[in-house]
């Protein structure tokens, strides 16, 4: 087994190697139209495991844009052998260790399910940062939704709302684990031309015209199925204990149903209990339970 930096001619080989894994795997990163555009790059240093018939047995690939690279931590993509050997997984973590010598940390997300691959991560000194889940929301009635006085629910307005959007989300996730690093208004803008972007999908909440609340609703498949996943959900901490996150939630459920969803999907992490609690009370189920491992770089 050799393992080698992908190269053009062979990432179509290696987008057939994350379609025919990813189901065992967080597919975060690993969608069709992510994979589509796929290019290997300073932005996604990738690395092939190749047996001696010269087929792909193992990759490795992380996502560096220029938010994770902001926190100083890098995502992989996909980290994955058919062999189950620690040495493949060895030698495709220390080829992608030499792109990050400016970070702290690269992380992945696991299925609690996959042990096989939690006991390589873990053989490699990985360690968990963070537990997340996934809930699922069936085709239910949703109850009108109330706003208080004074509040207003308006559908994000390009070229406008960039600053509103972000005074909101960063204010609300500084102290979420994996969320910490604030979004920019590039990374506000590339909401809207995603593949999964749904006009009006997006929506602030307005307290006599200042913002205090986020939420948006964006296309996604689930076990074969459109399904509309619902993320971020924000409230400005000051704001948050009123019931305004449960309004941001049905109004969301709202544009599901009138956008002809049958079901509506997001994931909470495991310490914000609040947020897991008002989930299920709004009609969601537990599917899944996803561990966050990471390297800390500066360890080894």
Known sequence: ???????????LDFVAYCKK???????????DFDLLKFQAGDENPTYLALNQQDQIVGAASLVMDDYHKRGRRA????????????????QL????????????????????????????????????ERYAFLLVREDLDVPEVELPNGYELKAFRPDQDEENWLTVRNA???????????LTTEGVKTLLIDDDYLEGGMMILFHQGKPVGVIRGADDEYEEAPIMNIGPVA??????????????LRASLRFAKEKGYKRTILSVNGENERAQALYVQEGFKQVDAVACYQYLINNR
């Open 172 to 182: 609300a996730f500084s102290k979420l684990k994996g969320s910490e690093t604030p």
């Open 235 to 248: 409230i400005l901490p000051e704001y948050q204990g009123r019931g305004l996150g449960r309004s941001l």
């Open 93 to 128: 973590l220390e080829k992608l260790l030499k792109h990050t010598t400016s970070l702290e940390k690269v992380f992945l997300f696991i299925p609690v399910g996959n042990k096989n691959l939690i006991e390589m991560i873990e053989g490699l000194k990985f360690s968990v």
């Open 75 to 90: 995502r992989f993509r996909i980290f994955h052998s058919e062999t189950q050997d620690i040495q493949c997984y060895q």
């Open 21 to 31: 894994h990813r189901s065992e795997l967080d597919d975060s990163y690993l969608y």
């Open 1 to 11: 087994m050799r393992v080698e930096g992908l190269e053009k001619e062979r990432v």
